[in-house]
């Protein structure tokens, strides 16, 4: 074989060889990732369905694991089905690992489930603290807020009833209460007629019966939906309302299931007894779980803006819940504020005043956080029926949207999957009986396919809110010799974010200490000290005792405060500004 023919073959080969070796080379990753999130996670969720407690609790496990140095888990205590309140700290822990300096931070406190059947409010929360985490680095914005703030994130402050929602047969409705054993119907029994899930599928849904002389029949075009008739129009069938029989035989059905209390009723800020408001249980923090949940907020004071999620109906919601309270006007003004951004975020979401425009609530925690905490607090009721069309109803899209567009949407973007289709089964009193209707995972909740949406744009509005809150800082100091040993220190104090250092609500009750303004200087005496809003002190209030520590009743939103001190000495001169809900900022300057 001549020599050139080797070198043929051995081309042949070599690039043989090459071609399987780039073949089964790693891929290279895409730089072609979505925007807004992170392309490869350390602890990669799915932000398309919902977990049960177990699951929930791995998820806040594993984020507290991959990123030590940002969150840190800790159990308040166990539920009263033993099961653990979970709070998660998110913060640079390398920046403030002593908590002292986190409690000198401003603090953004977030809960969800405290309604349990309200399911996607423990979703929002866990998406929250898992995108705080995986895009601190990644995120501009997202890095200088855990630089800047702390963020105290409880998911289920109703555990034992998330589990009973998702793993026992209920109704999208169900049980919106805690699970301590109540005789509703006071016979001495307790909990002893609840639902009877007739089929074993998991969903309580109506019962129906043929009846000639019923007062429903089946829509036109959807058939799965019982309309009223008409005056004098024959009807088809009967309701005989949620599934369930007779259990204790006393001539009512379902009158004595899990519950009865409620507690978003239990809050000590504006609460009445059971014949005021309705789940109000024994006494104010009677339920344990709020005990535990109030304790730690009120062991934080540096708290100074809150987010409580529910579902539905989609609404930013502040108080007061009761009509006979009133919030304080400059306060109502920082709400405003905020929420008009919350509704460019959250497209379909009313703004809304609790008593005015929805109902009374008495014994709150939206109140009890800003009334006796003097933190800002809103409430989002999570998903909107606005989103199964992307327009309102002509009623408005109420809670749960028109009956119509819900059988719709369930036909044309969820197949007929949202709903149990009527069927026969035998029932131990009534014998054969029809049972559907709607499942208990939705309605209330989103679908898959916008269940991430609605956590992404409610966490955008709670970041927006914490990014406001207060943020004291030191603009300037100067320094002026007027002669005979004085020199004259006039000190700029700011604040950049909406949120004042101190809400009216705060300063007329006094909640929290008075802002302080200090010269740190022991070796300066202070004759004098005063404080204006005019640079020129024109009209300035001299606190005559201790002028060393400038007392403030707070720093506006978007403003500042001057303070000037003459003191016999000379500079350099230190200054150190301390806010219970706004932080702490030092400058020194000659």
Request: a neutral charge; glycine letters at 10%; aromatic letters at 10%.
């Amino acid at each position: 074989m001549r020599l050139h023919q080797w070198f043929a073959i051995l081309a042949c080969l070599l690039f043989t060889v090459t071609g399987e070796i780039q073949s089964y080379a790693a891929p290279k990753k895409s730089v072609y990732q979505p925007v807004g999130a992170p392309a490869d996670p350390k602890v990669d969720v799915r932000w398309n369905r919902f977990y049960n407690f177990s699951d929930a609790s791995n998820i806040l496990k594993q984020i507290a694991k991959a990123h030590p140095k940002l969150a840190k888990l800790q159990s308040l205590g166990k539920s009263y089905g033993k099961r653990d309140m979970w709070v998660m700290t998110i913060t640079n822990f390398v920046k403030r690992p002593k908590k002292e300096q986190q409690r000198a931070t401003p603090a953004f406190w977030i809960d969800g489930g405290i309604h349990a059947n309200e399911t996607q409010s423990v979703e929002v929360t866990l998406y929250t603290a898992w995108y705080l985490c995986e895009m601190y680095g990644r995120s501009e914005f997202i890095t200088r807020l855990l630089d800047e703030r702390v963020f105290y994130i409880a998911p289920m402050l109703s555990p034992d009833a998330r589990d009973a929602h998702m793993n026992e047969p209920n109704t999208t409705h169900s049980p919106r209460t805690g699970m301590r054993p109540v005789d509703d119907d006071r016979d001495g029994k307790v909990d002893e007629d609840g639902y009877d899930d007739l089929d074993k599928d998991g969903h309580i849904v109506q019962m129906r019966i043929k009846d000639p002389h019923g007062r429903y029949k089946a829509h036109a075009e959807y058939p799965q939906l019982m309309v009223r008739v008409k005056d004098g129009e024959k009807g088809e069938y009967t309701l005989l309302g949620n599934e369930g029989f007779d259990n204790d035989g006393d001539g009512k059905v379902n009158e004595d299931g899990d519950g009865y209390y409620d507690p978003n009723r239990d809050w000590a800020w504006n609460w009445q007894p059971g014949h005021v408001q309705r789940g109000a249980h024994r006494y104010p923090f009677s339920v344990k779980e709020n005990r535990m949940i109030a304790d730690f907020i009120m062991a934080h004071p540096n708290i100074a803006g809150a987010q409580s999620y529910h579902n539905t109906g989609g609404m930013i919601l502040r108080g007061p819940g009761a009509k006979t309270d009133r919030y304080e006007r400059a306060d109502i003004a920082v709400y405003d504020r905020i929420a008009k951004a919350g509704k460019d975020m959250l497209p379909g979401y009313r703004y809304m005043n609790i008593a005015e425009e929805l109902y009374e609530v008495h014994g709150g925690s939206v109140d009890w956080i800003y009334g006796m905490q003097g933190a800002f607090c809103y409430t989002n009721e999570l998903f909107t029926p606005f989103n199964y069309f992307r327009h309102a109803s002509e009623d408005g899209h109420g809670f749960f949207g028109d009956s119509e567009e819900r059988h719709k949407f369930n036909k044309l973007l969820l197949f007929g999957d949202g709903f149990v289709k009527w069927h026969e089964v035998d029932h131990p009193q009534y014998g054969k009986v029809e049972v559907g209707g709607f499942k208990k995972n939705w309605i209330r909740q989103p679908p898959s396919f916008l269940l991430e949406e609605e956590c992404h744009r409610n966490m955008a509005f709670t970041l927006f809110h914490a990014d406001q809150m207060p943020k004291v800082g030191i603009e300037s100091i100067q320094a002026k010799d007027i002669g005979g040993g004085l020199t004259q220190v006039t000190v700029t104090v700011v604040n950049d974010r909406i949120t004042p250092t101190r809400a009216a609500v705060d300063i007329k009750r006094g909640i929290t200490a008075p802002d302080r303004v200090t010269l740190v200087n022991k070796e300066v005496k202070v004759i004098l000290g005063m404080t204006d809003s005019d640079p020129l002190f024109r009209s300035p209030s001299e606190q005559k005792h201790h002028p060393r520590v400038m007392k403030l009743r707070s720093v506006p939103g978007q403003g500042h405060v001057h303070v000037r001190w003459l003191v016999k000495g000379k500079g350099p001169f230190t200054v150190r500004v301390e806010s219970v809900k706004g932080g702490v900022a030092e400058m020194s300057g000659k």
